[in-house]
Protein backbone atom coordinates (compact mmCIF):
# COMPACT_ATOMS: atom_id res chain seq x y z
CA UNK A 1 0.00 0.00 0.00
CA UNK A 2 1.38 3.47 -0.88
CA UNK A 3 -0.07 5.59 1.52
CA UNK A 4 -1.19 9.16 0.08
CA UNK A 5 0.12 11.54 2.12
CA UNK A 6 -1.71 14.53 1.12
CA UNK A 7 -5.54 12.62 1.32
CA UNK A 8 -4.53 11.86 5.30
CA UNK A 9 -3.70 15.64 5.51
CA UNK A 10 -6.42 16.83 3.89
CA UNK A 11 -8.66 14.43 6.41
CA UNK A 12 -6.81 15.76 9.23
CA UNK A 13 -7.14 19.32 8.81
CA UNK A 14 -10.37 19.23 8.02
CA UNK A 15 -10.64 17.72 11.55
CA UNK A 16 -8.83 20.08 13.27
CA UNK A 17 -11.06 22.73 11.83
CA UNK A 18 -13.98 21.64 13.45
CA UNK A 19 -12.40 21.05 16.64
CA UNK A 20 -11.45 25.01 16.91
CA UNK A 21 -14.24 27.68 18.02
CA UNK A 22 -12.10 30.56 16.57
CA UNK A 23 -9.25 31.23 14.13
CA UNK A 24 -5.89 30.17 15.06
CA UNK A 25 -2.81 32.54 14.94
CA UNK A 26 -0.08 31.01 14.09
CA UNK A 27 3.65 33.11 13.96
CA UNK A 28 6.35 31.90 11.41
CA UNK A 29 9.26 33.49 12.11
CA UNK A 30 12.17 33.18 9.39
CA UNK A 31 15.24 34.77 8.97
CA UNK A 32 16.89 35.71 5.49
CA UNK A 33 14.50 33.47 3.64
CA UNK A 34 15.56 31.53 0.33
CA UNK A 35 13.46 30.29 -1.92
CA UNK A 36 13.24 27.05 -0.57
CA UNK A 37 12.11 28.92 2.85
CA UNK A 38 9.70 30.10 0.93
CA UNK A 39 8.41 27.76 -1.25
CA UNK A 40 7.74 25.65 2.19
CA UNK A 41 6.17 28.65 4.07
CA UNK A 42 3.70 29.19 1.46
CA UNK A 43 2.15 25.37 1.87
CA UNK A 44 2.29 25.92 5.16
CA UNK A 45 0.19 29.07 4.88
CA UNK A 46 -2.24 27.35 2.04
CA UNK A 47 -2.59 24.42 4.97
CA UNK A 48 -3.32 26.87 7.29
CA UNK A 49 -6.02 28.11 5.82
CA UNK A 50 -7.64 24.73 5.15
CA UNK A 51 -7.31 24.13 9.23
CA UNK A 52 -8.95 27.46 9.79
CA UNK A 53 -5.69 29.15 11.04
CA UNK A 54 -3.94 31.98 9.29
CA UNK A 55 -0.41 31.99 8.93
CA UNK A 56 1.43 35.51 9.92
CA UNK A 57 5.24 35.48 8.77
CA UNK A 58 7.52 37.51 10.29
CA UNK A 59 10.73 37.77 8.05
CA UNK A 60 13.84 39.38 9.40
CA UNK A 61 16.73 40.29 7.50
CA UNK A 62 20.12 37.95 6.93
CA UNK A 63 21.81 40.55 9.65
CA UNK A 64 18.75 39.80 12.11
CA UNK A 65 20.51 39.48 15.87
CA UNK A 66 19.57 36.39 18.66
CA UNK A 67 17.72 39.20 20.23
CA UNK A 68 15.92 40.56 17.21
CA UNK A 69 14.83 36.75 16.98
CA UNK A 70 13.99 36.04 20.03
CA UNK A 71 11.90 39.71 19.89
CA UNK A 72 9.86 38.33 17.03
CA UNK A 73 9.01 34.84 18.94
CA UNK A 74 7.73 36.37 22.08
CA UNK A 75 5.79 39.03 20.73
CA UNK A 76 2.31 38.36 21.82
CA UNK A 77 -0.85 37.65 20.09
CA UNK A 78 -0.30 34.30 18.42
CA UNK A 79 -1.16 30.94 19.49
CA UNK A 80 1.50 29.18 18.51
CA UNK A 81 5.13 30.22 17.20
CA UNK A 82 7.03 28.01 14.68
CA UNK A 83 10.74 28.89 13.63
CA UNK A 84 11.55 27.93 9.99
CA UNK A 85 15.41 26.13 9.87
CA UNK A 86 17.42 26.31 9.06
CA UNK A 87 18.84 29.83 10.78
CA UNK A 88 21.86 31.50 9.40
CA UNK A 89 25.45 30.16 10.87
CA UNK A 90 25.94 33.19 12.99
CA UNK A 91 22.77 32.60 14.98
CA UNK A 92 22.36 30.34 18.11
CA UNK A 93 20.10 27.93 16.92
CA UNK A 94 19.63 26.11 20.21
CA UNK A 95 19.29 28.99 22.48
CA UNK A 96 16.64 30.95 19.73
CA UNK A 97 14.14 27.49 19.96
CA UNK A 98 14.60 27.15 23.90
CA UNK A 99 13.23 30.86 23.71
CA UNK A 100 9.65 29.10 22.07
CA UNK A 101 7.39 28.78 25.10
CA UNK A 102 6.05 25.66 25.93
CA UNK A 103 2.62 26.73 25.40
CA UNK A 104 3.04 28.08 21.67
CA UNK A 105 5.93 25.31 20.60
CA UNK A 106 3.23 23.20 18.20
CA UNK A 107 6.61 22.12 16.57
CA UNK A 108 8.11 20.71 19.95
CA UNK A 109 11.82 22.45 19.30
CA UNK A 110 12.23 23.68 22.26
CA UNK A 111 14.40 21.69 24.70
CA UNK A 112 11.91 21.11 27.43
CA UNK A 113 8.86 20.43 25.51
CA UNK A 114 10.77 17.62 23.66
CA UNK A 115 12.06 16.16 27.05
CA UNK A 116 9.02 16.38 27.91
CA UNK A 117 7.72 14.54 25.01
CA UNK A 118 11.27 12.21 25.06
CA UNK A 119 10.23 10.82 28.48
CA UNK A 120 6.28 10.39 27.98
CA UNK A 121 4.94 12.83 29.81
CA UNK A 122 1.05 12.40 29.32
CA UNK A 123 0.26 16.34 28.78
CA UNK A 124 3.44 16.07 25.92
CA UNK A 125 2.96 17.63 22.59
CA UNK A 126 4.34 14.37 19.89
CA UNK A 127 6.75 16.57 17.30
CA UNK A 128 5.09 16.35 13.52
CA UNK A 129 7.05 13.83 11.93
CA UNK A 130 6.37 11.68 15.10
CA UNK A 131 2.57 12.57 14.53
CA UNK A 132 2.98 12.06 11.23
CA UNK A 133 4.28 8.32 11.65
CA UNK A 134 1.93 7.75 14.57
CA UNK A 135 -0.80 8.45 12.04
CA UNK A 136 0.70 6.71 9.63
CA UNK A 137 0.74 3.32 11.56
CA UNK A 138 -2.80 3.70 12.51
CA UNK A 139 -4.29 4.58 9.44
CA UNK A 140 -2.12 1.20 8.45
CA UNK A 141 -3.38 -0.88 11.62
CA UNK A 142 0.32 -1.34 12.15
CA UNK A 143 0.91 -1.99 16.16
CA UNK A 144 4.83 -0.79 17.07
CA UNK A 145 4.52 -3.00 20.34
CA UNK A 146 6.93 -5.61 20.16
CA UNK A 147 8.08 -4.98 16.60
CA UNK A 148 12.09 -5.06 15.54
CA UNK A 149 12.47 -1.17 14.09
CA UNK A 150 15.14 0.26 12.93
CA UNK A 151 15.34 4.04 12.54
CA UNK A 152 18.07 5.47 9.95
CA UNK A 153 19.43 9.00 11.14
CA UNK A 154 19.82 10.34 14.62
CA UNK A 155 18.83 14.31 13.73
CA UNK A 156 16.97 16.32 15.62
CA UNK A 157 13.66 16.15 13.30
CA UNK A 158 13.64 12.88 12.05
CA UNK A 159 15.63 10.25 13.91
CA UNK A 160 15.89 10.89 17.80
CA UNK A 161 12.78 11.55 18.24
CA UNK A 162 11.05 8.60 16.20
CA UNK A 163 14.00 6.23 18.35
CA UNK A 164 12.67 7.60 21.55
CA UNK A 165 8.38 6.88 20.35
CA UNK A 166 9.01 3.56 19.38
CA UNK A 167 11.08 3.07 22.89
CA UNK A 168 8.38 4.29 24.56
CA UNK A 169 5.75 2.31 22.11
CA UNK A 170 7.12 -0.91 23.10
CA UNK A 171 9.36 -1.81 20.25
CA UNK A 172 12.32 -2.87 19.70
CA UNK A 173 14.30 -0.16 18.61
CA UNK A 174 17.59 0.39 16.51
CA UNK A 175 19.46 2.98 15.10
CA UNK A 176 21.53 3.13 12.10
CA UNK A 177 24.00 5.92 11.25
CA UNK A 178 25.73 6.60 8.27
CA UNK A 179 29.25 6.16 10.70
CA UNK A 180 27.73 2.75 12.00
CA UNK A 181 25.97 1.74 9.31
CA UNK A 182 25.38 -1.43 8.55
CA UNK A 183 22.78 -1.43 6.28
CA UNK A 184 22.57 -4.95 6.29
CA UNK A 185 20.90 -5.15 9.52
CA UNK A 186 17.42 -3.65 7.99
CA UNK A 187 16.84 -6.74 6.42
CA UNK A 188 15.38 -7.80 9.78
CA UNK A 189 13.01 -4.82 10.56
CA UNK A 190 9.58 -4.91 10.29
CA UNK A 191 9.44 -1.25 10.07
CA UNK A 192 11.75 0.94 9.20
CA UNK A 193 11.93 4.97 9.27
CA UNK A 194 14.30 6.97 7.72
CA UNK A 195 15.79 10.33 8.03
CA UNK A 196 19.12 10.47 6.42
CA UNK A 197 18.82 13.19 3.51
CA UNK A 198 20.25 10.97 1.13
CA UNK A 199 18.98 10.24 -1.90
CA UNK A 200 18.29 6.36 -2.74
CA UNK A 201 20.51 5.19 0.06
CA UNK A 202 17.66 2.15 0.93
CA UNK A 203 17.57 0.07 -2.07
CA UNK A 204 14.59 -2.65 -2.18
CA UNK A 205 17.75 -5.48 -1.51
CA UNK A 206 18.00 -3.61 2.01
CA UNK A 207 14.56 -4.96 2.93
CA UNK A 208 12.71 -7.61 3.52
CA UNK A 209 9.16 -8.84 2.11
CA UNK A 210 6.25 -7.26 3.65
CA UNK A 211 8.39 -4.43 5.93
CA UNK A 212 6.97 -0.99 6.80
CA UNK A 213 8.60 1.53 5.05
CA UNK A 214 8.26 5.37 6.38
CA UNK A 215 10.08 7.63 4.24
CA UNK A 216 11.20 11.01 6.21
CA UNK A 217 14.15 11.92 4.62
CA UNK A 218 14.20 14.57 2.10
CA UNK A 219 16.71 15.78 -0.35
CA UNK A 220 17.27 18.03 -2.95
CA UNK A 221 18.29 16.02 -6.11
CA UNK A 222 18.17 17.43 -9.67
CA UNK A 223 15.99 20.25 -8.67
CA UNK A 224 13.28 17.65 -7.40
CA UNK A 225 13.24 16.79 -3.68
CA UNK A 226 13.64 12.68 -3.23
CA UNK A 227 13.51 10.48 0.00
CA UNK A 228 15.85 8.02 1.05
CA UNK A 229 14.08 5.22 -0.30
CA UNK A 230 14.83 4.34 -3.84
CA UNK A 231 11.16 4.08 -5.63
CA UNK A 232 11.54 0.50 -6.48
CA UNK A 233 11.18 -0.50 -2.66
CA UNK A 234 7.29 -0.07 -2.63
CA UNK A 235 7.18 -3.02 -4.40
CA UNK A 236 8.60 -5.10 -1.39
CA UNK A 237 7.31 -2.59 1.11
CA UNK A 238 3.71 -3.50 2.62
CA UNK A 239 3.21 -0.07 3.26
CA UNK A 240 5.44 2.50 1.93
CA UNK A 241 5.47 6.64 1.75
CA UNK A 242 6.35 8.54 -1.13
CA UNK A 243 8.85 11.98 -1.13
CA UNK A 244 7.27 14.12 -1.78
CA UNK A 245 3.51 13.66 -0.83
CA UNK A 246 3.91 11.12 2.16
CA UNK A 247 5.20 12.13 5.48
CA UNK A 248 5.77 15.46 4.44
CA UNK A 249 1.94 16.73 4.19
CA UNK A 250 0.61 15.04 7.07
CA UNK A 251 3.42 16.56 9.18
CA UNK A 252 2.30 19.21 8.26
CA UNK A 253 -0.93 18.35 8.96
CA UNK A 254 0.22 17.05 12.48
CA UNK A 255 1.56 20.44 13.21
CA UNK A 256 -1.80 22.31 12.98
CA UNK A 257 -3.10 19.59 15.02
CA UNK A 258 -0.78 20.48 17.48
CA UNK A 259 -1.90 24.09 17.25
CA UNK A 260 -5.25 23.45 17.99
CA UNK A 261 -4.60 21.01 21.03
CA UNK A 262 -2.54 23.91 22.67
CA UNK A 263 -5.32 26.40 21.38
CA UNK A 264 -7.53 24.05 23.63
CA UNK A 265 -5.35 24.13 26.63
CA UNK A 266 -4.74 27.48 26.79
CA UNK A 267 -8.95 27.89 26.47
CA UNK A 268 -9.41 25.24 29.71
CA UNK A 269 -6.24 26.92 31.90
CA UNK A 270 -8.14 30.63 30.97
CA UNK B 1 31.91 -12.17 36.82
CA UNK B 2 30.28 -10.77 39.81
CA UNK B 3 31.05 -7.23 39.33
CA UNK B 4 32.80 -5.19 42.84
CA UNK B 5 31.00 -2.35 42.53
CA UNK B 6 32.55 -0.62 45.71
CA UNK B 7 35.87 -1.82 44.98
CA UNK B 8 35.10 0.18 41.37
CA UNK B 9 33.59 3.12 43.11
CA UNK B 10 36.58 3.36 45.68
CA UNK B 11 38.66 3.64 42.11
CA UNK B 12 36.97 6.46 40.37
CA UNK B 13 36.81 8.49 43.50
CA UNK B 14 40.31 8.18 43.94
CA UNK B 15 40.32 9.55 40.37
CA UNK B 16 37.83 12.18 41.31
CA UNK B 17 39.90 13.07 44.18
CA UNK B 18 42.95 13.25 42.26
CA UNK B 19 41.81 15.56 38.96
CA UNK B 20 40.58 18.80 41.10
CA UNK B 21 42.29 21.43 42.27
CA UNK B 22 40.63 22.12 45.34
CA UNK B 23 37.59 20.83 47.55
CA UNK B 24 34.54 20.61 45.80
CA UNK B 25 30.87 21.73 47.74
CA UNK B 26 28.23 19.47 47.24
CA UNK B 27 24.98 20.94 48.17
CA UNK B 28 22.38 18.22 49.36
CA UNK B 29 18.79 19.78 49.96
CA UNK B 30 16.91 16.94 51.97
CA UNK B 31 12.70 17.49 53.10
CA UNK B 32 11.37 15.62 55.47
CA UNK B 33 14.05 13.23 55.70
CA UNK B 34 13.67 9.56 56.77
CA UNK B 35 15.84 7.26 58.43
CA UNK B 36 16.23 5.48 54.95
CA UNK B 37 17.36 9.35 53.31
CA UNK B 38 19.28 9.73 56.52
CA UNK B 39 21.03 6.54 55.92
CA UNK B 40 21.84 7.73 51.90
CA UNK B 41 23.22 10.71 52.80
CA UNK B 42 25.21 9.53 55.01
CA UNK B 43 26.52 6.96 52.43
CA UNK B 44 26.87 9.86 50.36
CA UNK B 45 29.28 11.85 52.76
CA UNK B 46 31.14 9.93 53.08
CA UNK B 47 31.52 8.93 49.31
CA UNK B 48 32.12 12.81 48.84
CA UNK B 49 35.21 13.09 51.85
CA UNK B 50 36.60 10.02 49.74
CA UNK B 51 36.43 12.14 46.57
CA UNK B 52 37.91 15.17 48.13
CA UNK B 53 34.71 16.95 48.76
CA UNK B 54 32.09 18.37 51.25
CA UNK B 55 29.02 17.52 51.21
CA UNK B 56 26.81 20.31 52.80
CA UNK B 57 23.06 19.03 54.10
CA UNK B 58 20.49 21.18 54.16
CA UNK B 59 17.37 19.60 55.91
CA UNK B 60 13.92 21.45 55.43
CA UNK B 61 10.68 20.51 57.61
CA UNK B 62 8.22 18.45 55.67
CA UNK B 63 5.93 21.98 55.97
CA UNK B 64 8.89 23.18 53.11
CA UNK B 65 7.16 25.38 50.32
CA UNK B 66 8.31 24.67 46.78
CA UNK B 67 9.96 28.61 46.96
CA UNK B 68 11.87 27.20 49.98
CA UNK B 69 13.22 24.59 48.15
CA UNK B 70 14.06 26.62 45.46
CA UNK B 71 15.67 29.31 47.29
CA UNK B 72 17.60 26.39 49.33
CA UNK B 73 18.82 25.48 45.58
CA UNK B 74 19.40 28.66 44.56
CA UNK B 75 21.20 30.18 47.38
CA UNK B 76 25.12 30.73 46.13
CA UNK B 77 27.98 29.15 46.78
CA UNK B 78 28.68 25.64 45.96
CA UNK B 79 29.76 23.42 42.64
CA UNK B 80 26.96 21.11 42.44
CA UNK B 81 23.26 20.73 44.14
CA UNK B 82 21.41 17.41 44.21
CA UNK B 83 17.69 17.00 45.79
CA UNK B 84 17.19 14.02 47.59
CA UNK B 85 14.60 12.14 46.27
CA UNK B 86 11.79 11.35 46.88
CA UNK B 87 9.73 14.49 47.56
CA UNK B 88 7.09 14.87 49.98
CA UNK B 89 3.61 14.68 47.86
CA UNK B 90 2.59 18.40 48.34
CA UNK B 91 5.47 19.66 46.09
CA UNK B 92 5.96 19.59 42.24
CA UNK B 93 8.87 17.62 41.99
CA UNK B 94 9.27 18.36 38.24
CA UNK B 95 9.08 22.24 38.92
CA UNK B 96 11.79 22.02 41.83
CA UNK B 97 13.91 19.77 39.78
CA UNK B 98 13.91 22.22 37.03
CA UNK B 99 15.23 24.81 39.42
CA UNK B 100 18.47 23.25 40.05
CA UNK B 101 20.59 25.51 37.49
CA UNK B 102 22.25 23.21 34.41
CA UNK B 103 26.06 24.26 35.50
CA UNK B 104 25.23 22.78 38.89
CA UNK B 105 23.18 19.71 38.43
CA UNK B 106 25.46 16.53 38.87
CA UNK B 107 22.47 14.13 38.77
CA UNK B 108 21.04 15.21 35.57
CA UNK B 109 17.75 15.70 37.45
CA UNK B 110 16.53 18.95 35.84
CA UNK B 111 14.33 18.57 32.18
CA UNK B 112 17.07 20.56 30.12
CA UNK B 113 19.97 18.24 31.55
CA UNK B 114 18.58 15.34 30.94
CA UNK B 115 17.18 16.74 27.53
CA UNK B 116 20.67 17.40 26.72
CA UNK B 117 21.79 13.68 27.69
CA UNK B 118 19.06 12.14 25.83
CA UNK B 119 19.80 14.05 22.80
CA UNK B 120 23.27 12.83 23.31
CA UNK B 121 24.61 16.62 23.06
CA UNK B 122 28.70 16.62 23.02
CA UNK B 123 29.04 18.48 26.60
CA UNK B 124 25.67 16.68 28.33
CA UNK B 125 26.96 14.27 31.51
CA UNK B 126 25.25 11.03 31.93
CA UNK B 127 23.24 10.64 34.70
CA UNK B 128 25.04 8.98 37.18
CA UNK B 129 23.05 5.46 36.97
CA UNK B 130 23.71 5.87 33.23
CA UNK B 131 27.80 6.85 33.79
CA UNK B 132 27.64 3.33 36.19
CA UNK B 133 26.61 1.20 33.66
CA UNK B 134 28.56 2.49 30.81
CA UNK B 135 31.61 1.98 33.92
CA UNK B 136 30.20 -1.52 34.80
CA UNK B 137 30.32 -2.40 30.35
CA UNK B 138 33.60 -0.93 29.74
CA UNK B 139 35.63 -2.33 32.70
CA UNK B 140 33.85 -5.66 31.62
CA UNK B 141 34.98 -4.79 27.93
CA UNK B 142 31.61 -5.17 26.40
CA UNK B 143 30.51 -3.18 23.84
CA UNK B 144 26.72 -1.91 23.36
CA UNK B 145 26.43 -1.55 19.53
CA UNK B 146 24.58 -4.14 17.82
CA UNK B 147 24.07 -5.69 21.10
CA UNK B 148 20.16 -6.68 22.26
CA UNK B 149 19.18 -4.93 24.91
CA UNK B 150 16.52 -5.69 27.39
CA UNK B 151 15.51 -2.30 29.83
CA UNK B 152 13.17 -3.65 32.08
CA UNK B 153 10.87 -0.25 33.63
CA UNK B 154 10.76 3.13 32.51
CA UNK B 155 11.32 5.33 35.26
CA UNK B 156 13.31 8.79 35.33
CA UNK B 157 16.19 7.49 37.16
CA UNK B 158 16.86 3.85 35.84
CA UNK B 159 14.70 3.18 32.81
CA UNK B 160 14.23 5.60 30.77
CA UNK B 161 17.75 7.25 31.25
CA UNK B 162 19.38 3.83 30.07
CA UNK B 163 17.09 3.20 27.12
CA UNK B 164 17.93 6.37 25.80
CA UNK B 165 21.76 5.94 26.19
CA UNK B 166 21.99 2.65 24.95
CA UNK B 167 20.02 3.70 21.58
CA UNK B 168 22.61 6.30 20.98
CA UNK B 169 25.19 3.87 21.19
CA UNK B 170 24.37 1.92 18.27
CA UNK B 171 22.16 -1.13 20.35
CA UNK B 172 19.07 -2.51 19.80
CA UNK B 173 16.67 -1.66 22.61
CA UNK B 174 13.55 -3.39 23.85
CA UNK B 175 12.09 -1.34 26.86
CA UNK B 176 9.56 -4.10 29.11
CA UNK B 177 7.34 -2.70 31.78
CA UNK B 178 5.12 -4.38 34.04
CA UNK B 179 2.25 -3.40 32.17
CA UNK B 180 3.28 -4.83 28.46
CA UNK B 181 5.87 -6.58 30.25
CA UNK B 182 6.70 -10.17 28.90
CA UNK B 183 9.58 -11.36 30.82
CA UNK B 184 9.84 -14.15 28.29
CA UNK B 185 11.45 -12.11 25.84
CA UNK B 186 14.20 -11.17 28.19
CA UNK B 187 15.91 -14.80 26.99
CA UNK B 188 16.97 -12.76 23.46
CA UNK B 189 18.84 -10.14 25.19
CA UNK B 190 22.35 -9.91 25.27
CA UNK B 191 22.23 -6.89 27.65
CA UNK B 192 19.20 -6.71 30.36
CA UNK B 193 19.34 -3.56 32.83
CA UNK B 194 16.55 -3.41 35.03
CA UNK B 195 15.32 -0.90 37.38
CA UNK B 196 11.75 -1.81 37.97
CA UNK B 197 11.86 -2.34 42.03
CA UNK B 198 10.23 -5.87 42.11
CA UNK B 199 11.99 -7.91 44.59
CA UNK B 200 13.09 -11.47 42.91
CA UNK B 201 11.50 -10.19 39.29
CA UNK B 202 13.65 -11.63 37.07
CA UNK B 203 14.79 -15.63 37.60
CA UNK B 204 17.15 -17.70 36.27
CA UNK B 205 14.88 -19.29 33.61
CA UNK B 206 14.37 -15.46 31.82
CA UNK B 207 17.93 -15.49 30.70
CA UNK B 208 20.20 -16.86 28.06
CA UNK B 209 23.04 -18.66 29.22
CA UNK B 210 26.06 -15.56 29.44
CA UNK B 211 23.93 -12.44 29.37
CA UNK B 212 25.39 -9.43 31.07
CA UNK B 213 22.63 -8.50 33.83
CA UNK B 214 22.91 -5.05 35.28
CA UNK B 215 20.43 -4.86 38.43
CA UNK B 216 20.07 -1.50 39.00
CA UNK B 217 16.44 -1.84 40.60
CA UNK B 218 16.22 -1.66 44.69
CA UNK B 219 13.35 -2.28 46.78
CA UNK B 220 13.02 -2.96 50.66
CA UNK B 221 12.50 -7.12 51.49
CA UNK B 222 12.56 -7.71 55.07
CA UNK B 223 14.29 -4.97 56.20
CA UNK B 224 17.04 -5.74 53.93
CA UNK B 225 18.11 -3.69 49.64
CA UNK B 226 17.12 -6.17 47.08
CA UNK B 227 17.28 -5.78 43.49
CA UNK B 228 14.94 -6.90 40.79
CA UNK B 229 17.48 -9.99 40.31
CA UNK B 230 17.05 -13.16 41.99
CA UNK B 231 20.31 -13.75 43.35
CA UNK B 232 20.47 -17.34 41.63
CA UNK B 233 21.11 -15.43 38.18
CA UNK B 234 24.80 -14.55 38.75
CA UNK B 235 25.09 -18.78 37.85
CA UNK B 236 24.13 -17.77 34.37
CA UNK B 237 25.37 -14.69 34.18
CA UNK B 238 28.62 -13.74 32.09
CA UNK B 239 28.36 -10.30 33.95
CA UNK B 240 26.49 -9.50 37.25
CA UNK B 241 25.85 -6.95 39.55
CA UNK B 242 24.96 -7.84 42.88
CA UNK B 243 22.39 -5.39 45.05
CA UNK B 244 23.77 -4.38 47.52
CA UNK B 245 27.21 -3.31 46.50
CA UNK B 246 26.30 -3.43 42.59
CA UNK B 247 25.44 -0.74 40.64
CA UNK B 248 24.07 1.49 43.78
CA UNK B 249 28.00 2.11 44.72
CA UNK B 250 29.15 3.18 41.51
CA UNK B 251 26.88 5.64 41.01
CA UNK B 252 27.61 7.64 43.61
CA UNK B 253 31.02 7.83 42.36
CA UNK B 254 29.67 8.76 39.22
CA UNK B 255 27.90 11.72 40.75
CA UNK B 256 30.80 13.13 42.30
CA UNK B 257 32.94 12.77 38.94
CA UNK B 258 30.17 14.74 37.36
CA UNK B 259 30.28 17.26 40.14
CA UNK B 260 34.30 17.26 38.94
CA UNK B 261 33.89 17.64 35.43
CA UNK B 262 30.81 20.64 36.51
CA UNK B 263 34.10 22.47 38.78
CA UNK B 264 36.22 21.62 35.52
CA UNK B 265 33.76 23.34 33.19
CA UNK B 266 33.08 26.40 35.49
CA UNK B 267 36.99 27.04 35.95
CA UNK B 268 37.35 27.24 32.05
CA UNK B 269 34.63 29.25 31.48
CA UNK B 270 35.99 31.72 34.44
Redesign the interface.
Known amino acids: MIIDGRAIATDILAGVRESISRAGMVRAVVVSPTPATESYLSIKSARAEEAGMHLEIVRLAESATEADVIEAIEEPGCDAVIVQLPLPEHLDEKKILDAIPERLDADVLS??A???F???EPDALLPPVVASIDEILSRSKVYP?GK?VAVVG?G?LVG?PS??WF??Q??????V?KE?GDLSMLREADIIVTGAGSPCLIKPEHLQEGVVLIDAGTSESGGAIVGDADPACAAKASVFTPVPGGVGPIAVACLFRNVAILMERALQEG
Chains 1, 2 share one sequence.
Open positions: IRYARSLDAGQRAASVNGAEVMVTS
